[in-house]
T-cell receptor, first 115, second 117 residues
Framework: AQSVSQHNHHVILSEAASLELGCNYS??????LFWYVQYPGQHLQLLLK??????LVKGIKGFEAEFIKSKFSFNLRKPSVQWSDTAEYFC?????????????FGAGTRLAVHP | GAVVSQHPSRVICKSGTSVKIECRSL??????MFWYRQFPKQSLMLMAT?????????EQGVEKDKFLINHASLTLSTLTVTSAHPEDSSFYIC?????????????FGPGTRLTVT
């Protein structure tokens, strides 16, 4: 079964610092990869997604992620974080083995950005 | 576009009673809806997948007789927690996949916080 690992559970940064959140998945076949963000008290929102093509994916709010197939990774990056980026970030991979294409989520990374 | 709502947003019930949570896709039709459970400071755990007009598919370890799912239309799915117990207290989140969309993006509702006393 597919699994997703997020290496950083808590990250604390100052504003303007660069961010990289790690995400690794286990399945070696064709994958669809996602990063979701959950701001305090709000619902999950899609930051970006990868299905095929250019492995460097740009999302909303200045985020980007790079799909590296050989490393089974899909790390999230942002060159300069803002206080408003304080949130929980979830990496997810589509698991099509069940026929329903369900999403498997990582444990999440809680990001705190200090002004 | 692609808005998913949940009702209620919060509910408190007594142990032994049943609670129904609604999930609606407001501006699109959803072929498939998903129900997740999120414990504090933890990730989303998929409970079940439901397709309109058919029985839900439950994940391993989820009691289908306790968590009843009905997907009566392309815009509405309901989760009923039957004979709720304090350990069922959690944050329940639904998501919906749009009809006709080739890729596998899900749109998430705001969640329902259930507290069983």
């Amino acid at each position: 079964a597919q699994s997703v690992s997020q290496h950083n559970h808590h990250v604390i940064l100052s504003e303007a610092a660069s961010l990289e959140l790690g995400c690794n998945y286990s399945y070696g076949g064709t994958v669809n990869l996602f990063w979701y963000v959950q701001y305090p008290g709000q619902h999950l929102q899609l930051l970006l997604k990868y299905f095929s093509g250019d492995p460097l994916v740009k999302g909303i709010k200045g985020f980007e992620a790079e799909f590296i197939k050989s490393k089974f990774s899909f790390n999230l990056r942002k060159p300069s974080v803002q206080w408003s980026d304080t949130a929980e970030y979830f990496c997810a991979v589509n698991d099509g083995s069940s026929g329903y294409n369900k999403l498997i989520f990582g444990a999440g990374t809680r990001l705190a950005v200090h002004p | 576009g692609a808005v998913v709502s949940q009702h209620p947003s919060r509910v408190i019930c007594k142990s032994g009673t049943s609670v129904k949570i609604e999930c609606r896709s407001l501006d699109f039709q959803a072929t498939t809806m998903f129900w997740y459970r999120q414990f504090p400071k933890q990730s989303l755990m998929l409970m079940a997948t439901s397709n309109e007009g058919s029985k839900a598919t439950y994940e391993q370890g989820v009691e289908k007789d306790k968590f009843l799912i009905n997907h009566a239309s392309l815009t509405l799915s309901t989760l009923t927690v039957t004979s709720a117990h304090p350990e069922d207290s959690s944050f329940y989140i639904c998501s919906a996949r749009m009809v006709g969309v080739a890729y596998y993006e899900q749109y998430f509702g705001p969640g329902t916080r259930l507290t069983v006393t």
